[in-house]
């Protein structure tokens, strides 16, 4: 065992000293990061996309408009009574005829406030409002709608709100005989991004209907446009129809059905934010799980073809058995493993449960999940059973090859399995405990990465017993055969043996060569 100590030890600090390591610890959260940060960034850095609409039904652009203005509206005053209550600096630094609507609106009803937007965007409100209500809009919709028209761009960005007046910017159609051919033209040019054509009677049928543009991969804006049309025409449908605003609301309604859950005594329970996050948090581990073994499993197969190559391994067997040499390298590739991935851990949870909290969030229960105890032990379990496995497998592979091509074919009928549980990561989370998943969990290859998956289950505690005793059955029978096979094959030279004759040896017994014509 101290030899095996010692050959850990060397590897593991000749690990350590690499750049690759620290670039393997610093690499993972750098893109996670990045990975958060950088589309919400090229979001916002996005330019409004310029439209058109030619509206040939005389109604639908100009009650559209009134939609689009409230929406706006709504978020701003959501945002100014957001910060109101926080009574944060961002309150400080809103324009004074936000802050002005911003308390009204704190001030009033839930139900009163769609009434308040509406009034504010230039809708006639007296009959929806409360009196002492109506009172204040003809003069917050008169200091509200002159800073509306004034704000520039950049002072909406510094708000920090997602407004539709920031991504989509409507041009007024060309006063020509043909303006859909000068709409065309436009686009072609690249002056407008798109424009829309609304049929002469879109309250019977959308005949006439058109979203013409170059780029029809982005359908943000065709997306947005389209709904609130479909509001328009909805409302006027319903109009014409003579049927109650409130029964229209009412045949409208879905059926929501609120989820719950069964706790150990039998009682239904609420569905909190944690249950939630518990859904998802396996799947996070596997990945992390099967980045970890692969990347590991991988760098002990370079590590050993390296040395064989060099012949630094003829040297080590100077002092220490094959079977000394061969587990002392995995062992400190373990090592070094469980460095990387434990920081990697300790990154990811301090990012969930201190980012929201920068953010303005007051839940990091996904954070929590990250760094529970009985997650990180059954990932720690996981990690060396299945490290241990495919890493026997690896070296044993690495010792009969002179390079990484000679390895590359042998690889393969290993790499495959390795592959197999990220394609049914999905699946199995979906239904942690079926058929699929539990057949998967009992064969050794995807045993890690189904039950570390599972856990949200969570599967019968038998299964995490006779699962756990087939992993270790599993390591033994790997660790042993690969044992077989470095010993035979680290000093082999010349043309690697084939698959066959590997897994012959491994049922050699112990002491026992093949005959001297296979090249030992």
Same mark, same amino acid.
């Given at each position: 065992?101290?030899?095996?100590?010692?050959?850990?030890?060397?590897?593991?600090?000749?690990?350590?000293?690499?750049?690759?390591?620290?670039?393997?610890?610093?690499?993972?959260?750098?893109?996670?990061?990045?990975?958060?940060?950088?589309?919400?960034?090229?979001?916002?850095?996005?330019?409004?996309?310029n439209y058109a609409v030619l509206d040939h039904s005389g109604f639908a652009l100009a009650e559209v408009e009134k939609r689009i203005l409230a929406d706006d509206l709504g978020v701003v005053l959501e945002a100014a009574a957001q910060r109101y209550r926080d009574g944060s600096q961002a309150w400080d630094r809103l324009p004074s005829p936000?802050?002005?609507?911003?308390?009204?609106?704190?001030?009033?009803?839930?139900?009163?406030?769609?009434?308040?937007?509406?009034?504010l965007a230039v809708v006639e409100a007296d009959a929806y409002l409360a009196d002492e209500v109506a009172v204040q809009v003809p003069e917050l919709a008169a200091g509200l709608a002159e800073w509306w028209r004034q704000v520039s761009?950049?002072?909406?960005?510094?708000?920090?709100?997602?407004?539709?007046?920031?991504?989509?910017?409507?041009?007024?159609?060309?006063?020509?005989?043909?303006?859909?051919?000068?709409?065309?033209?436009?686009?072609?040019?690249?002056?407008?991004?798109?424009?829309?054509?609304?049929?002469?009677?879109? %309250?019977?049928?959308?005949?006439? @209907?058109?979203?013409?543009? /170059?780029?029809?991969?982005?359908?943000? #804006?065709? +997306?947005?446009? $389209?709904?609130?049309?479909?509001?328009?025409?909805?409302?006027?449908?319903?109009?014409?129809?003579?049927?109650?605003?409130?029964?229209?609301?009412?045949?409208?309604?879905?059926?929501?059905?609120?989820?719950?859950?069964?706790?150990?005594?039998?009682?239904?329970?609420?569905?909190?934010?944690?249950?939630?996050?518990?859904?998802?948090?396996?799947?996070?581990?596997?990945?992390?799980?099967?980045?970890?073994?692969?990347?590991?499993?991988?760098?002990?197969?370079?590590?050993?073809?390296?040395?064989?190559?060099?012949?630094?391994?003829?040297?080590?067997?100077?002092?220490?058995?094959?079977?000394?040499?061969?587990?002392?390298?995995?062992?400190?590739?373990?090592?070094?493993?469980?460095?990387? %991935?434990?920081?990697?851990?300790? @990154?990811?949870?301090?990012? /969930?449960?201190?980012?929201?909290?920068? #953010?303005? +969030?007051?839940? $990091?229960?996904?954070?929590?999940?990250?760094?529970?105890?009985?997650?990180?032990?059954?990932?720690?379990?996981?990690?060396?059973?299945?490290?241990?496995?495919?890493?026997?497998?690896?070296?044993?592979?690495?010792?009969?090859?002179?390079?990484?091509?000679?390895?590359?074919?042998?690889?393969?009928?290993?790499?495959?399995?390795?592959?197999?549980?990220?394609?049914?990561?999905?699946?199995?989370?979906?239904?942690?405990?079926?058929?699929?998943?539990?057949?998967?969990?009992?064969?050794?290859?995807?045993?890690?990465?189904?039950?570390?998956?599972?856990?949200?289950?969570?599967?019968?505690?038998?299964?995490?017993?006779?699962?756990?005793?087939?992993?270790?059955?599993?390591?033994?029978?790997? %660790?042993?055969?690969?044992?077989?096979?470095?010993?035979?094959?680290?000093?082999?030279?010349?043309?690697?043996?084939?698959?066959?004759?590997?897994?012959?040896?491994?049922?050699?017994?112990?002491?026992?060569?093949?005959?001297?014509?296979?090249?030992?």
């Amino acid at each position: 065992m101290r030899k095996i100590g010692l050959v850990a030890w060397r590897e593991y600090m000749d690990n350590v000293r690499t750049k690759g390591f620290w670039i393997g610890i610093l690499a993972f959260p750098l893109i996670i990061v990045l990975s958060a940060t950088v589309p919400i960034l090229l979001t916002k850095a996005k330019e409004a996309r310029n439209y058109a609409v030619l509206d040939h039904s005389g109604f639908a652009l100009a009650e559209v408009e009134k939609r689009i203005l409230a929406d706006d509206l709504g978020v701003v005053l959501e945002a100014a009574a957001q910060r109101y209550r926080d009574g944060s600096q961002a309150w400080d630094r809103l324009p004074s005829p936000v802050k002005a609507a911003g308390r009204v609106y704190v001030s009033i009803a839930e139900a009163e406030r769609q009434a308040l937007i509406a009034a504010l965007a230039v809708v006639e409100a007296d009959a929806y409002l409360a009196d002492e209500v109506a009172v204040q809009v003809p003069e917050l919709a008169a200091g509200l709608a002159e800073w509306w028209r004034q704000v520039s761009a950049e002072e909406l960005d510094a708000l920090d709100l997602e407004l539709s007046r920031s991504r989509y910017a409507r041009v007024a159609v060309p006063d020509v005989p043909d303006p859909q051919a000068a709409l065309s033209q436009m686009v072609n040019d690249g002056e407008l991004f798109a424009y829309f054509v609304i049929g002469a009677d879109i %309250v019977e049928r959308d005949e006439g @209907c058109k979203y013409v543009s /170059l780029n029809l991969t982005d359908q943000d #804006l065709r +997306g947005w446009f $389209a709904r609130r049309v479909s509001q328009v025409v909805r409302a006027r449908r319903i109009e014409r129809e003579g049927i109650d605003l409130k029964v229209a609301g009412w045949l409208q309604e879905s059926v929501l059905f609120k989820a719950r859950k069964v706790d150990k005594r039998g009682s239904q329970v609420e569905i909190s934010s944690v249950d939630t996050a518990r859904q998802w948090a396996p799947m996070v581990f596997v990945y992390l799980l099967w980045v970890a073994i692969f990347t590991n499993s991988q760098a002990l197969l370079t590590n050993t073809i390296e040395e064989k190559s060099t012949r630094v391994i003829e040297v080590l067997l100077s002092s220490v058995s094959p079977f000394e040499l061969m587990a002392g390298k995995i062992a400190g590739m373990a090592a070094s493993g469980l460095t990387v %991935v434990g920081t990697w851990a300790i @990154c990811i949870g301090i990012g /969930l449960a201190v980012v929201p909290g920068m #953010l303005g +969030g007051k839940d $990091a229960s996904f954070g929590g999940i990250i760094v529970d105890p009985l997650y990180l032990l059954s990932f720690l379990f996981y990690f060396l059973s299945g490290y241990l496995l495919y890493a026997s497998l690896l070296v044993g592979i690495g010792s009969v090859c002179n390079s990484l091509k000679e390895a590359q074919n042998l690889m393969l009928p290993i790499l495959i399995p390795l592959m197999l549980p990220l394609m049914a990561m999905v699946l199995v989370s979906q239904d942690p405990n079926g058929t699929f998943a539990r057949v998967m969990s009992f064969i050794p290859l995807f045993t890690p990465f189904v039950m570390m998956n599972r856990a949200a289950g969570p599967p019968p505690l038998w299964e995490y017993l006779a699962t756990t005793v087939l992993m270790v059955v599993s390591v033994y029978l790997a %660790v042993r055969g690969a044992g077989k096979v470095f010993r035979i094959g680290i000093l082999m030279t010349g043309k690697p043996p084939r698959l066959r004759e590997i897994v012959r040896w491994m049922v050699l017994k112990e002491g026992v060569n093949p005959s001297e014509g296979e090249g030992v």
